[in-house]
């Protein structure tokens, strides 16, 4: 890695992840994003996208063999047992607390970036991480490390019912409690057609019980009934 200091990436290898890396070099990578190589090209060539991609595909694949394992639901209910368990949020939520954040190399733009832009990373971060142990310790450690912080979140998941569709499980909820239909209403449209961030309200009557935000006004409507169903919930 052009003579850069690796010494944290090994003790946080070694203490937090439990995993001795002969190869600290893929480790790095795993935790580099696309920015960080755009800003350093002379000293940093490789950035976590490949092993992203490799990741993401281990990733689905435990999951799923733990699933048709261990339930007997039919095909549709895993399918969304198990988006619930590798959406972005979850294994966003799983790189912030393995500590992810302090050590992904990224730029000076990225790090000032929105909450949501910082969470997409922290999950490319994971399923690269998980990429890179897959090679270097094989699916067996790969398997645990996502047992270990993904898997374990199945029982949460299932107690508060967060797998359902979001939007239909809200309309649910409202038309039970309150005889309303949630309506959803842009409130505010951000950046160039190509690169736009959208931020709706979803309305129960007069009342709004929550905000999203997301690159398309779908993904702002799921994030939007996300934050109402804990309002109703709570």
């Given at each position: ?5 690796v ?7 070694k203490?937090?992840?439990g995993?001795?890396f002969?190869n ?18 002379k ?13 993401d ?5 435990v999951v799923?063999?733990y ?8 095909e ?7 988006s ?6 979850s ?8 500590g ?14 929105s ?6 990373i922290?999950?490319?971060a994971?399923?690269a991480?998980t990429?890179a142990?897959?090679l270097?310790?094989g699916?067996e450690?790969a ?5 270990d912080?993904?898997?374990?979140k ?6 508060a ?8 499980h ?8 309150d005889?309303?239909t ?10 160039p057609?190509h ?6 309200g ?19 409507q ?5 934050a109402?169903?804990?309002?109703y919930q709570?």
């Amino acid at each position: 890695m052009s003579g850069m200091d690796v010494t944290p990436y090994k003790e946080f290898a070694k203490t937090v992840l439990g995993l001795k890396f002969e190869n600290i070099d893929l480790f790095v990578t795993a935790l580099t994003h696309r920015s960080y190589v755009n800003e350093h090209k002379k000293s940093a060539r490789e950035h976590n996208e490949r092993l992203e991609f490799l990741g993401d595909a281990v990733l689905e694949l435990v999951v799923t063999a733990y699933l048709y394992a261990n339930y007997s639901e039919p095909e549709g209910i895993l399918t969304s047992w198990r988006s619930s368990l590798v959406r972005t949020e979850s294994i966003g939520a799983a790189g912030e607390k393995l500590g992810y954040g302090s050590l992904i190399r990224m730029s000076k733009g990225e790090k000032n970036g929105s909450d949501r832009a910082r969470l997409q990373i922290l999950a490319n971060a994971f399923e690269a991480v998980t990429g890179a142990i897959y090679l270097e310790f094989g699916y067996e450690a790969a398997e645990k490390f996502i047992y270990d912080n993904i898997i374990v979140k199945l029982d949460d998941i299932l107690r508060a019912g967060s797998w359902r569709d979001p939007k239909s499980h809200l309309q649910e909820l409202s038309q039970r409690i309150d005889g309303f239909t949630p309506a959803y209403k842009v409130l505010s449209e951000e950046g160039p057609d190509h690169d736009k961030v959208f931020t709706l309200g979803v309305f129960v009557g007069e009342k709004q019980m929550g905000e999203g935000v997301g690159p398309s006004k779908q993904a702002a409507q799921q994030e939007a009934a996300r934050a109402a169903i804990k309002k109703y919930q709570a």
